[in-house]
């Protein structure tokens, strides 16, 4: 069974991937097929934006498809940067400018105040039009510096104090066992095990 991964994040789609690398499954991203247009991101919620882009591509594809936003939501911002997390300073997917915006808004936050959450929503959609949509979530908190070399987005600023790291100090396979999109990944999965095929 072909599965399309509504994403040209190829940061995203090797985590993906290694997240289904045991399933009988073959995926391809937006990557893999250029001639789709971009999917304007217009939605005020993380779900409203999965949901547009897993339709549109399903749509586009009529193959099944998985779409996810995910974002950043910081407690004392009120829950920014949230859906604009990818172009929080004005440039698309400008990590760095996005991790020094966001250290410019909390320098005055103090620790305790700090809190935060990587949210992932994702919405998976099959040939013959059934929908279903799940949501992965990361406690955590930001810190007053980068840390860490791994990763990407604003993972050297998210804190995990259970493990004294952030996200971007962990391995790959360590990431995908708590972050919110290993969590909303492992939901599809069952999804995907239980309803549709056996992997």
Request: hydrophobic residues 40%; neutral net charge.
């Amino acid at each position: 069974m072909e599965l399309i991964l509504a994403t040209k994040n190829k940061h995203k789609v090797e985590e993906l991937k290694k997240l289904f690398d045991d399933a009988d499954l073959k995926m391809f991203s937006l990557l893999d097929l250029p001639n789709i247009p971009n999917v304007i991101e217009d939605g005020k919620t993380f779900l409203e934006n999965a949901r547009k882009k897993a339709r549109e591509i399903a749509a586009l594809t009529g193959k099944m498809t998985l779409a996810d936003d995910t974002g950043l939501a910081v407690n004392a911002l009120d829950g920014a940067p949230g859906v604009y997390s990818a172009r929080y300073s004005g440039r698309d997917k400008d990590y760095q400018a996005n991790n020094q915006k966001l250290l410019e808004e909390m320098i005055k936050i103090p620790d305790e105040k700090r809190q935060a959450a990587f949210v992932c929503v994702m919405v998976l959609i099959t040939p013959d039009g059934k929908e279903f949509d799940v949501e992965g979530r990361c406690e955590g908190m930001i810190l007053k510096e980068l840390k860490g070399d791994g990763g990407f987005g604003y993972d050297p600023l998210f804190f995990i104090p259970h493990l004294n790291k952030t996200l971007a100090e962990l391995s790959m396979d360590e990431k995908n066992k708590i972050s919110h999109r290993g969590i909303a990944l492992r939901k599809i999965r069952e999804i995907i095990r239980n309803r549709l095929v056996k992997l």
